[in-house]
């Protein structure tokens, strides 16, 4: 009896068992093919629901069968793998409305020039009202939101700094938390900065990192000028995002990215030269 048929055959016996006890709880069977877990999509009731996608459809995500089950280690409990965090993903679905075990990769891209990058798992899709449209958060909803640009700090605070002069910058990392409503359902958004791109206005390489910096004496982030005159320092803040159906209680990751920008006022290089005086100051 080859592996696939076995599985139709476990699948049919258990749904014949939902017919006549009652509906099955989740992970009530697992049955896998050659590389991909098959695992139990039921209701806790007869209420019909469809299933929400479990990515945006857009030409740069797309998602892949995840390997997960009898073919994939257990977890640490003893239990078929990704079945805790299947469970806890079913245990926000509304009961009346149903849901889908499927896991899968969601992959992104920049582009079609672009290689193809995991931004998060799929577990579980509950299911939907009939007439309800499945909501989700696409990159171009992301970025229209109005995320709050990271504040810029300048040491020393009075703009006016030295050549050859470590001059001082640094921001926080500070997640956003904004709630929005797409297509008449409440959604709320949770953006987390992940890079942050200085230009110093020099005409240097910006520096990109992952670092928010900090003040004097503790400080990672300085830009020494070597020549005098006026400059602008601008941050780009690259945020990554996630979004909630259940007000904050689970969050799915949003494709792609959002940026912010945040300018200086003028910063002032100056030149001082040391002057040798005797006592009387001459």
Partial sequence: ?????????????????????????????????????????????????????????????????????????????????????????????????????????????????????????????????????????????????????????????????????ATITYTDNTLQILDTTILGQPVRVRATPATFTWDFGDGSTPLVTTDPGAPYPDHTVSRTYTTTGTYTITLTTTWTGEYSLDAGTTYQPIPGTATTTTTTDPLTIEERRTLLTDDDGY
């Fill in 1 to 165: 009896m080859s592996r696939t048929f076995a599985s139709i055959l476990m699948v049919t016996c258990l749904l014949a068992m939902n017919s006549s006890d009652g509906p099955l709880d989740l992970l009530d069977f697992l049955a896998t093919d050659d590389n991909i877990a098959i695992l139990g999509s039921h209701s806790e009731s007869e209420s019909p629901g469809t299933s929400s996608p479990t990515a945006p459809r857009d030409p740069n995500v797309r998602t892949v069968p995840a390997e997960c089950g009898t073919s994939a280690p257990p977890e640490a409990d003893g239990s078929p793998a990704c079945y805790n965090a299947g469970r806890a993903e079913y245990e926000q679905c509304d009961p009346a409305l149903g849901f889908d075990y499927n896991p899968v990769i969601i992959e992104a891209r920049a582009d079609e020039a672009s290689e193809w990058e995991e931004i998060g798992v799929d577990y579980v899709q509950c299911g939907t009202a009939p007439g309800q449209a499945p909501v989700t958060v696409t990159q171009a909803d992301f970025r229209s939101l109005p995320l709050t640009a990271s504040p810029v700090q300048v040491q020393p605070p009075t703009l006016v700094s030295l050549v050859n002069i």
